[in-house]
Structure formats: C-alpha cells, structure tokens
C-alpha cells in the first residue's frame, strides 16, 4: 500500500453541478477524515468517520455536503449544487486506531475550481 | 470554535540558523499537538507531535508545549533550504483536529 489515495486530482465544475470525489485510504486504517483547505489557511475540518459510522461532521459541512464511507473502506464526499465558495483543495487523511490514532497520513488532495 | 493561531510570517532565516515557528491555542482542555509540513501545492506531512509539557526532540526538530501558557513551538536547528516550507500547527480535541493558519518559513542559503 503506498498510502492515501485520492481521485480525482482535479476537478472544474460550473455552478450549479452536483461533483463527488474519492478517497482510499491506507489498508489497514479504519479512521478517515475528510478536510478543506483554501489558499493561505489550514486545513478545516469536515468530518470524520471511524469504520463505517460518521461520527463527526463540522457545522462548517452544509446540507449539500455528504460523506459515505460503505464497508468501512473507501470514502466518497459529494457536494450537491456547487458554489464558487466551494472551491477549495478537499483533503482526505486516514489513521489507525490506538496509540497511533493521532498521527494522520494525508492524500494529495482533490482541487475542486466551480466556475 | 477552537482557535489555533500561528504568525503567517514569512519568517527568513539564514542556511543553518535556528527557526523558531510559535503556536498558540484557546482550549486550555486540548492534550495534543502536532506540527505539519506543508510545500507549495503539497498535502501536510507530519513532522512531530507531543502530548506533555516540556520538549521533545527527534533529530534537527524540537517541540516544545507549555499548557500553562496554552502555547506550542517549534524549533528547526541547523536550518536548510529544502526546510522552506508552511508550518501548520494542529490541536486535538476528542477526535477533531484544528489548524492554525500556518506560518511560510524561508531559509536562505
């Protein structure tokens, strides 16, 4: 396993469409979260889901925001009816669970542009 | 909402100087810190994290973490060109991680 994996790399969308993105996580991680960094910020936090149960999700995550995690495996966030505020670089960050849980490995991250 | 501050910087150190990048965070209730690496264009990467006040060091880098004082650093000794990069400061809280802003770290050579 090489590590965390997210597709597409890319995405422009014009206003109004509905985008999804995928994230794989490393194999035998079963915390994956899910995060948005615009230009000269941090990453925020969006949600976050351990095995398949979303047990967070910010207040930051408007209803056209909705994460999945089927199977405990890969995770999808899909942003329905996209904003230009919605462009941002959406990361995905996976770890273990016990004494490592803290220690988060990150994708390369998802650029989503809505023109 | 947590707050994690950092100094945006850019802070511009000479080849092999010590950068001191600061942190400072709202919830006296936090219990561990990390700090990030992040280059242009690139996702984090974690450099070191510490959960008790005092120091910690693992090679070129030392975390330090004052509770009392609800502030966290870091110090990168020996400083080189390939360490320019944002320093992002991060703070747990029961399972949710908060960033600072970052701080743009440049080292000359």
């Known amino acids: 396993d090489t590590g965390v994996s997210q597709n597409p790399r890319h995405k422009i969308t014009k206003r109004g469409q509905n985008v999804t993105f995928r994230c794989d996580p490393i194999?035998?991680?079963?915390?994956l979260y899910w995060y948005r960094q615009t230009l000269g910020q941090g990453p925020e936090f969006l949600t976050y889901f351990q095995n398949e149960a979303q047990l967070e999700k910010s207040r930051l995550l408007s209803d056209r925001f909705s994460a999945e995690r089927p199977k405990g495996s890969f995770s999808t966030l899909e942003i329905q009816r996209t904003e230009q505020g919605d462009s941002a670089m959406y990361l995905c960050a996976s770890s273990s669970t016990g004494k490592d849980r803290n220690i988060q490995y990150f994708g390369a991250g998802t650029r989503l542009s809505v023109l | 909402q947590k707050e994690v501050e950092q100094n945006s910087g850019p802070l511009s150190v000479p080849e092999g100087a010590i950068a001191s990048l600061n942190c400072t965070y709202s919830d006296r209730g936090s219990q561990s810190f990390f700090w990030y690496r992040q280059y242009s264009g690139k996702s984090p990467e974690l450099i070191m994290f510490?959960?008790?006040?005092g120091d910690k060091e693992d090679g070129r880098f030392t975390a330090q973490l004052n509770k009392a004082s609800q502030y966290v650093s870091l110090l990168i000794r020996d400083s080189q060109p390939s360490d320019s990069a944002t320093y992002l400061c991060a703070v747990n809280d029961f399972n949710k991680f908060y960033f600072g802003s970052g701080t743009k770290l440049n080292v000359k050579p």
């Open positions: 510490i959960y008790s006040n």
């Open positions: 194999s035998e991680h079963n915390r």
